[in-house]
């Protein structure tokens, strides 16, 4: 059989040279043969592929020449398929574990009834991206794979899965006026990752109705059943019409001061973006929260350096001293 093989020589320092060179052989599906020496079965459009890799090596200041060469003996020949199958079987059964825990997803969403537009935004979305890499994965399996069947199979069944459910879109009353002692030393859980609303809201729970409170942030999917939802779609304590969860938390259990009030409008124009309020704060307080999420992966530090921020607009703002500003 004929064969491809692309000599290299990186002459830069550059880690990230390195890294992007090492990414366009995977991208075309070369395999490392021996030190800096990649191998793909001949064609007119693989050599094509690594001709363009030649050059891009080259630009980067390194070393690279492409030779096409039979095997030199029929165990040679063996040893470079077996190498290649091997690699496919790697990624597909890597992609395979990918699937079966979204399949697991799927399956755990519809049994708890839990299936919202947003959630199932998010499913839809990471089932066509595994869909891609199966199709990257079959594009780069050029002596047919023993995983292979097994891998198409299971991502046709996640993306059929995916396509017999729909989500919930059912309406829900609006909350009702509540009690604060009704709810002490509870547990709260909301969507991982918090945002503006999450946090505002997380904040104004430990805050003013449950001193308390304990706090689940987790995907939606799997939120506990017993918790006190908030910020979910369908649960009482989320947005109801016009309202965020933050407004909606501050109507349900009577929360009048005019800390709060500005606040809200804040929180509101930061979350609707429908500049209801015209807030002038609102885009200090969005980039200060979207700080804290990305310097921060745990939610619970989130909510707490939050608070500290939180803590002090109340306080600017329930003194009555510096009102707030409008745009």
Same mark, same amino acid.
């Given at each position: @059989?004929?064969?491809? /093989?692309? =000599? %290299?020589?990186?002459?830069?320092?550059?880690?990230?040279?390195?890294?992007?060179?090492?990414? @366009?052989?995977? $991208?075309?599906?070369?395999?490392?043969?021996?030190?800096?020496?990649?191998?793909?079965?001949?064609?007119?459009?693989?050599?094509?592929?690594?001709?363009?890799?030649?050059?891009?090596?080259?630009?980067? &200041?390194?070393?690279?020449? =492409?030779?096409?060469?039979?095997?030199?003996?029929?165990?040679?020949?063996?040893?470079?398929?077996?190498?290649?199958?091997?690699?496919?079987?790697? #990624?597909?059964?890597? *992609?395979?574990?990918?699937?079966?825990?979204?399949?697991?997803?799927?399956?755990?969403? &519809?049994?708890?009834?839990?299936?919202?537009?947003?959630?199932?935004?998010?499913?839809? $979305?990471?089932?066509?991206?595994?869909?891609?890499?199966?199709?990257?994965? #079959?594009? $780069?399996?050029?002596?047919?794979?023993?995983?292979? !069947?097994?891998?198409?199979?299971?991502?046709?069944?996640?993306?059929?899965?995916?396509?017999?459910?729909?989500?919930?879109?059912?309406?829900?009353?609006?909350?009702?006026?509540?009690?604060?002692?009704?709810?002490?030393?509870?547990?709260?859980?909301?969507?991982?990752?918090? %945002?503006?609303?999450?946090?505002?809201?997380?904040?104004?729970?430990?805050? /003013?109705?449950?001193?308390?409170?304990?706090?689940?942030?987790?995907? #939606?999917?799997?939120?506990? !059943?017993?918790?006190?939802? /908030? +910020?979910?779609?369908?649960?009482? /304590?989320?947005?109801?019409?016009?309202?965020?969860?933050?407004?909606?938390?501050?109507?349900?259990?009577? *929360? !009048?001061?005019?800390?709060?009030?500005?606040?809200?409008?804040?929180? %509101?124009?930061?979350? @609707?973006?429908?500049? &209801?309020?015209?807030?002038?704060?609102?885009?200090?307080? +969005?980039?200060? =929260?979207?700080?804290?999420?990305?310097?921060?992966?745990?939610?619970? !530090?989130? *909510?707490?350096?939050?608070? =500290?921020?939180?803590?002090?607009?109340? &306080?600017?703002?329930?003194?009555?001293?510096?009102?707030?500003?409008?745009?």
């Amino acid at each position: @059989m004929t064969w491809l /093989f692309l =000599v %290299h020589q990186v002459q830069t320092p550059n880690s990230r040279e390195r890294v992007k060179i090492w990414r @366009m052989t995977r $991208k075309v599906g070369a395999i490392l043969y021996r030190n800096s020496v990649y191998v793909l079965p001949y064609s007119k459009e693989r050599l094509e592929d690594f001709q363009w890799l030649c050059q891009q090596i080259r630009d980067s &200041k390194g070393e690279a020449s =492409v030779f096409v060469s039979d095997a030199h003996n029929e165990s040679e020949d063996r040893t470079l398929r077996t190498t290649f199958v091997s690699a496919s079987d790697e #990624e597909y059964a890597a *992609l395979l574990k990918k699937a079966e825990r979204l399949l697991d997803r799927i399956g755990r969403a &519809k049994a708890e009834e839990r299936l919202s537009e947003r959630l199932l935004k998010a499913l839809t $979305k990471e089932t066509k991206q595994l869909a891609d890499a199966f199709g990257e994965a #079959e594009r $780069k399996d050029f002596f047919g794979a023993p995983l292979a !069947k097994k891998a198409r199979a299971t991502s046709e069944q996640v993306t059929k899965s995916l396509a017999a459910v729909e989500p919930q879109t059912q309406s829900v009353t609006p909350p009702k006026r509540q009690d604060r002692h009704a709810f002490k030393g509870r547990t709260w859980a909301t969507r991982e990752h918090i %945002h503006i609303d999450r946090l505002c809201s997380a904040w104004l729970i430990r805050r /003013f109705i449950d001193q308390k409170a304990r706090f689940v942030f987790a995907p #939606e999917s799997t939120l506990p !059943k017993q918790a006190i939802l /908030f +910020d979910v779609f369908g649960a009482e /304590f989320s947005h109801h019409g016009e309202d965020c969860t933050f407004e909606t938390l501050v109507k349900a259990f009577q *929360l !009048k001061d005019d800390g709060l009030e500005a606040l809200a409008e804040i929180v %509101h124009d930061i979350d @609707m973006k429908d500049q &209801k309020y015209g807030r002038a704060e609102a885009a200090g307080l +969005d980039l200060v =929260v979207r700080a804290l999420g990305t310097a921060n992966r745990d939610d619970h !530090k989130v *909510l707490e350096a939050g608070t =500290v921020v939180l803590d002090a607009l109340y &306080k600017h703002f329930a003194t009555g001293k510096q009102g707030g500003v409008k745009s």
